[in-house]
């Protein structure tokens, strides 16, 4: 199995799977999400903006759990088969 160096002769996680993206699909989908960086602030600035509208007054009380997972669908929801609205109705009683 190819091995996958940046430079410095460090291994680099998305250098592999770009490698080996046909013997691991679906792991180059979740290596992306978790390993690549943001292009700019602005994206960053857009999380920080929606969360803050999220944890308002009347949602003192959220738990940082809930706060999180409502944060990330909502900026991924792209990226789901199904609705966030599916997802919290499903799941509410997890977080609460």
Request: a positive charge; proline letters at 3%; charged letters at 20%.
């Amino acid at each position: 199995m190819k091995k996958a160096h940046d430079s410095s002769g460090r291994f680099d996680v998305l250098k592999f799977y770009a490698v080996h993206k046909r013997e691991f699909p679906i792991h180059v989908v979740l290596a992306l999400c978790f390993f690549s960086t943001l292009c700019s602030e602005a994206n960053m600035e857009r999380v920080f903006s929606y969360t803050g509208g999220v944890m308002s007054a009347k949602r003192a009380s959220l738990s940082a759990p809930m706060l999180q997972a409502m944060v990330f669908l909502s900026q991924n929801a792209s990226f789901f088969p199904f609705s966030t609205e599916e997802l919290y109705d499903k799941y509410y009683d997890m977080f609460s």
